[in-house]
């Protein structure tokens, strides 16, 4: 009888793990939109915080926010989120420039947004290192950094600095300039992103939690411990002119004559108010950039009426007008000082004319592209000394229109020995629009950075006079002649931020670099030893 012969089992095989398909592109992008969505968001809220709704509690809102939505991505999807935010952010921020057209618009505010996708790719990658609300906080000035330089000679509008000129941070612009109050303002929102998952965390989250709010409120508060000094042993009468204009918008000027004929005008009636003792006689005017809209040098009849106004009224007059350059192919943007006995005296050149707006860039090839660049029928010529000039008893420091953006350019004429910052500016093509709002909130932090009084001269507003800490004195309305009398201090010391000059802005600009550095050479270490990089969408918030 034959025996039951047990078949063979086969050996089963080890169990492989095999990786999760990836999900398709299609997928990815459906999955993202959350994201992009909420950054778009914070990029609006950021936007909001600025003038002329000045809601800058909303700043460190939004700059949390998308501190957490780049949190633990790859760089790759943090320069996505960056540009989600920024290019809703500058569109909103920079609508003003839609008298010029939407394509310059939406131009300018594409170029300024990839400057934040940089941005959103840095804290991506910095998110995986220790401590990085410092490194994020580094990122925001390194950010702010390049874009104030970059091109053309950079477009410093929409720091965070500049949305936050009336609030707790303000005074640390006396101790670091805008960099340091962007700093400050950048800390106090990565901090707090730091502590929002962990207040649901194990038992210590909360504690860490804590500690971070804390230094977040710290960060906030403690622009309250810094001095703002504002007595001087001077002081100066001071009258401020604004015109006003025929038109608002591109062809502000009217026919020739009509602006300067305002401000001469307003200049004659405050002369028959002193004669006639309703007002007290200034020691100097202030007439606002472009002022005149011709060249005095050239047209007799402007010069003329300007040494009409300016001998009624018996003052040194600051003039702003616009003259033929040197190679009589160009034109210079000039304040100039004008006598009422002697006439046309010292003259400071605009240094930082507009690309587009005040010279045209690749003109040959731009101009067959784009027929509106035709207008600008002459390139400004850059002047090459600062605005420090004797007006009277009061020696200035005169800066003109956007030029009160670059930190630089003020600080320069305070280090040469500005006692007032001036400010001449016409804001007549954006009226109505913020931009002058904006402006006059740049003014107000350059105040508190230097410790000067600053007087701003608009041809259609926004005209005000700022006390050296910040606080508007008083202020014009817009598309209306005005006059502004006040006595300001002409102070001589100089804030610890005009000693120090931009090496707080180059420390903290370099160190969010080296953060970068980090990870990059992190990363190469980590494949080189064979190690294998974590995936992003891996991984887990962990309580550390």
Known sequence: MALPVEQERPVAEPAVERPEARPGRLARIRGGLPRTGLAVLCGLLLAAAFPPYDLWPLSILAVA?????TRGRTARQGAWTGFAFGLPFFLWLLSWLRVIGLDATIGLSVVEALFIAALGAGLAATSRLRAWPLWAACLWVT????????????????????????????????????PLVTFAVALAAALLAWA??????????PRAAALAGAGAVTA??????????????????????????????MDFLGRPMMVLNNHASATERLAADIAAGRAERPDVVIWPENSSDLDPFSVPEAHQRIDQ????????TLVGTLVDGPDNQHVQNEGIVWDPTTGPGASYTKQHPVPFGEYVPFRDQLSKVITRLQRVARDFYPGTHNGVMQLGPARIGDVICFEVAYDEIVRDTVNQ??????????????????????QLAMSRLRAVEHGRAVLIAAT???????APDGSVVSRTQELTPAELSAVVPLRDARTVADKVGAAPEWALAVAGLLACGAVVVGGIRRRRSGGTPVEAESLTPVVQ
């Not at 950079?154 to 720091?159: C, L, N, S």
């Not at 403690?222 to 007595?231: I, R």
């Not at 106004?309 to 040194?316: D, E, K, L, M």
């Not at 020995?417 to 904006?438: E, F, H, I």
């Open 65 to 69: 926010g998308l501190s957490l939505l």
């Open 143 to 178: 950010q702010e950094w390049a874009r104030d330089r970059l091109p053309l000679g950079g477009f410093p509008w929409g720091r965070l600095a500049f949305a936050n000129t009336a609030s707790p941070f303000t005074p640390l612009a006396a101790l670091g300039g805008a």
């Open 196 to 205: 929002a998952p962990r207040l649901r965390g194990p038992r210590r989250a």
């Open 220 to 249: 906030l508060l403690a622009g309250y411990v810094v001095p703002v000094p504002t007595a001087a042993a001077d002081t100066v009468k001071v009258a401020v002119i604004q015109g006003n204009v025929p038109n608002p918008g």
């Open 309 to 316: 106004a300016v001998r009624a009224v018996g003052v040194p």
């Open 417 to 438: 020995g500005g006692r007032v910052l001036v400010v001449q500016t016409n804001n007549a093509t954006y009226a109505k629009s913020g931009q002058p709002d904006q």
């Open 460 to 466: 259609s507003g926004i005209s005000a006079i700022i």
